[in-house]
């Protein structure tokens, strides 16, 4: 054996995740974005640009899906290959529970509504 022993760090330990890591010119990015992913509808909203208020709440959602995208993208740094892919399961995984069961309120409050109280329409 030698007098002089190694000290490196174990395997794994420290640098070893390959995780995306965000970068100034990303933050900024980000952050312009979802500055104009907010003033586009605040805009349409205050100016009734659309005319319509379906139409309105429906350009609003998309707005708003867009700036999740943009935060997950930008802020959290998810991608298919952070975290081996867990973190895109968790969030697959999340939408699914998600969406039954805002699906499955808004089916009982709808059949509750029409079965529970049918004189009320006629008033």
Same mark, same amino acid.
């Given at each position: 054996?030698?007098?002089?022993?190694?000290?490196?760090?174990?395997?794994?330990?420290?640098?070893?995740?390959?995780?995306?890591?965000?970068?100034?010119?990303?933050?900024?990015?980000?952050?312009?974005?979802?500055?104009?992913?907010?003033?586009?509808?605040?805009?349409?909203?205050?100016?009734? /640009?659309? =005319?319509n208020?379906?139409?309105?709440? &429906? +350009?609003?959602?998309?707005? *708003?899906a867009?700036?999740i !995208?943009?935060h997950?993208?930008?802020?959290l740094?998810?991608?298919?290959?952070?975290?081996?892919?867990?973190? /895109?399961? =968790?969030?697959?995984?999340t939408?699914? &529970? +998600?969406?039954?069961?805002? *699906?499955?309120?808004?089916? !009982?409050?709808?059949h509750?509504?029409?079965?529970?109280?049918?004189?009320?329409?006629?008033?």
């Amino acid at each position: 054996m030698s007098g002089s022993h190694d000290q490196a760090e174990p395997h794994g330990v420290h640098g070893d995740d390959h995780a995306p890591h965000g970068s100034l010119r990303g933050y900024v990015t980000g952050f312009l974005l979802s500055v104009v992913l907010t003033a586009i509808p605040f805009w349409l909203v205050m100016n009734d /640009m659309l =005319g319509n208020a379906t139409l309105t709440a &429906i +350009v609003i959602m998309a707005f *708003a899906a867009a700036q999740i !995208v943009v935060h997950m993208v930008y802020f959290l740094h998810m991608n298919g290959r952070s975290e081996g892919g867990w973190n /895109m399961m =968790g969030l697959i995984f999340t939408l699914v &529970i +998600v969406a039954i069961v805002l *699906a499955g309120s808004l089916w !009982v409050m709808f059949h509750l509504n029409s079965n529970m109280m049918p004189d009320m329409h006629r008033m």
